[in-house]
Each structure stands twice: as C-alpha cells, then as structure tokens.
C-alpha cells in the first residue's frame, strides 16, 4: 500500500458506483450491463471499480486499448473483456492466448486478423462494430455482407456486433434516429440469434431504454455523472457522484489592500484579506482555467484567487481558519456541494473530462456508503494509482 502524507484525495465511494449500477441494470430490463472501465475507470481506478461491478453482477467489462484489457487480466480479472478500439496484428495471438473479445473495426481488420489466427489457440473471440453514423471506427453499411460473409468462412468466434451513437446525449435526434434505422437493417441481416447486439451508451440508455438489445454499455453515468445537462434534466431516476476531491489548508496568512498574489501578482486584495494555500495544482488535474472556481471551507464557498500554479493554489478566506482545516473541492460539505459539471461549466468542457484529468499524483482512496459502518475503508489488495 502506498503512503500518502499529501492531504489532497480523491475519495471514490464504491457505494455510489453500485447503486447507479443497479439503477441501470433495472432498467435495462433483461439486457445485461457492460461497465465501461477505459482510461482507468474515467479516472476512477480501474481496479477497484472492475472489482465492485463485478461483485454486483456484470459479466463483461469494456475497454478501449488492448494495454487495458491486459493490465485487467494480469490483475487477475476473469470476467469478459471488450476491447472496443482498434487492435494491431501483434495484439491478436495475445487476445486468442488471454480470452479477449477484440472489436472489427473494418473489412481490412478483418483480412488483418484472419492471417494472424493461431490455429492451436482458443478462437478468437471478436464483435464486429458497424459505423452506422459516428464515422469514427467501424464496418462501412454497404461492407456489412461482405463482412458477415468473411467472418463465416474464417474461424473467427462471431459473439457481438455494435455501434455507437453520436447525439444520445443532445436533444435534436434527427442523426440519433438514423443510426437507430441503419442498425436495424444490419440486424435484419444478422442470421445467428447468438450474436448479442448491443448499441446503447449512458445516454441511449437512460433516454431509450427500449433500445437495450442484449447488452447496454454504460460509462460515464455508472460513476455517477449526466453525459450532458440535457440528458441529466431528462432523467427519471437518481445518480450518485462517485468522485470528491478533497484537500486541505496548509498556510493561512493575511495580506493588505491592493497586495498581490500567485504568478504576476494578477490578483489584488481589495481590502485586508485571509489567504490559504491549498496543496493542489495544475499538476494534479487543477487546471490552470478553474481560477475564480469556488471551494467548500467549513460548508461555505470561497474562490480560488490568482493564478494556480503546479503543486498548490490560493483561496480566500472569509475568516482566519487554521492549517488543517479540511477543503471539498468536489462533492459536498455543510449543505453545500460542487459537482463534477460545475467544473466542466467553467473549464468549457464535457464532465467526462474532469475525472480524466485528475493525474496520478491525486491517489484514489475507496468508502463505500452503502457499508453499514459508512466508515471510509482502503481495499488492502488494491494498490492506489
Ligand atoms: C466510451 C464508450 C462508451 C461509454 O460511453 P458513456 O457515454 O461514457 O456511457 C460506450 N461505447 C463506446 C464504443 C465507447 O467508446
């Protein structure tokens, strides 16, 4: 287990996880829930997260890399695996070898592939995705017979075929509802009844549950996060944000009026003012654009002023508070909370971002607030990032 004498955390309640797990798998009704873990869980920890999703049900987990789908599988984790990206030939004897589901992203993938088989391994296992309007990865509508064609005379272990939706998450669906058009007549042609189809993320799910084929893919609301405002407005059920991010003060000062503070002495005090400085930076995922974001100080707001720097950042007070005085720069304090899109508001970005930037020098320390202790615990197996 590694030492941590830094107070900055980032808190990851397993608990919450669980709850927005099962809130999807009802949901869904008999179509099971495929947990999105790539880049390490949406910053999550990817460990931790396979481990509680799995306790609770899920049979398959997807990825985006192969370097994912292994670091899992040399952990330990036996469930399924989805590589959803692109894999290289190098990578297909390992994914025969591991018993990882690798995805045909085209009909050159699948010469690719099918050159590379080792005949004395496991077959491989693969879900074909089809590009029905995402134009990012995927068998182009009119390769779809050639490629179910191909497949069939190879020794390919056929088990899935997917896509993915652009503007689930957006109001207009004029796009949504093609794709949804498109994948049907793929499915129409689809002879094998043991093919799962799957096509839903977050969005799709929660907005079109009627969609949920054999299997829905859930990423961003299984950590408790709305994929976009609307889509957070328009749900019929309650997410749990699984991240906070925690601090706290290590230096409290009183600066006079009109004195300067932080990188070129941008900010002024406009009167006498107290000063923290808080032991987080741009470094840690505090970006550079979240100066003038607020905190929570004993349940209260306060603003980051001046410029952040790497390592630590300034506050101000509205009262003398001592070092050690505990700081939630995400999730709740008092009454009051800063969620992960209040962030995102202010960064001009999508929420998906922010836990994916929170770097490595944040450890992730795990609770579960569905323990009947409700007491913070540290999965002594899990090493922390
Ligand atoms: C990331 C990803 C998902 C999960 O999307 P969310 O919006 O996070 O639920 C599903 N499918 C594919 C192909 C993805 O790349």
Not at 90 to 110: C, G, K, M, Y
Not at 124 to 133: A, F
Request: hydrophobic share 45%; aromatic share 6%; charged share 20%.
């Amino acid at each position: 287990m590694t030492e941590h004498y830094r107070p900055t955390k980032a808190v990851i309640d397993l608990g919450a996880i669980k709850k927005n797990l099962v809130a999807f798998q009802q949901k869904s009704g008999d179509a099971q829930v495929i947990a999105v873990v790539k880049a390490d869980a949406y910053g999550h920890g990817v460990l931790a997260v396979a481990k509680t999703v799995i306790e609770n049900g899920v049979s398959m987990l997807a990825v985006a890399t192969p370097d994912e789908a292994l670091f899992l599988r040399n952990e330990g984790i036996e469930t399924e695996l989805l590589v959803m990206g692109a894999t290289p030939s190098s990578f297909i004897p390992v994914a025969q070898q591991r018993n990882i589901i690798v995805t045909a992203v085209s009909l050159e993938w699948l010469s690719m592939a099918a050159v590379q088989l080792s005949p004395d391994l496991n077959e491989l296992k693969i879900h074909l995705k089809v590009d029905t309007g995402m134009r990012r990865i995927g068998i182009q509508l009119d390769e779809v017979d050639e490629a179910f064609g191909f497949i069939a005379d190879h020794d390919f272990a056929f088990q899935g075929i997917f896509t993915h939706f652009a503007t689930a998450d957006e109001k207009d669906s004029s796009l949504f509802h093609e794709q949804v058009h498109a994948m049907n007549s793929v499915i129409d042609i689809l002879e094998d009844p043991s093919v799962m189809v799957h096509v839903s993320n977050s969005a799709a799910a929660t907005m079109h549950p009627e969609l949920a084929c054999d299997a829905v893919r859930i990423g961003i609301s299984l950590y408790g996060i709305a994929p976009s405002p609307y889509v957070g407005e328009e749900m019929d059920f309650k997410l749990y944000p699984a991240l906070s991010l925690e601090t706290e003060i290590i230096h409290v000062k009183q600066i006079k009026t009109g004195e300067g503070l932080s990188y070129g002495a941008t900010y002024r005090a406009e009167q006498d003012e107290w000063i923290a400085t808080l032991p987080i930076g741009y470094a840690d995922g505090m970006l550079r654009g979240l100066q003038g974001q607020d905190v929570l100080v004993k349940g209260q707001r306060v603003p980051v002023v001046g410029r952040i720097c790497m390592d630590q950042c300034m506050i101000r007070l509205s009262e003398k508070l001592p070092v050690g005085e505990k700081v939630q720069l995400i999730g709740h304090q008092g009454g009051q909370q800063i969620f992960i899109d209040e962030w995102a508001r202010r960064l001009e970005t999508i929420p998906y971002e922010i836990p994916c930037i929170l770097t490595k020098r944040v450890p992730r320390i795990y609770s579960d607030s569905t323990e009947v202790s409700n007491l913070p615990f540290q999965e002594p197996d899990i090493m922390l990032r």
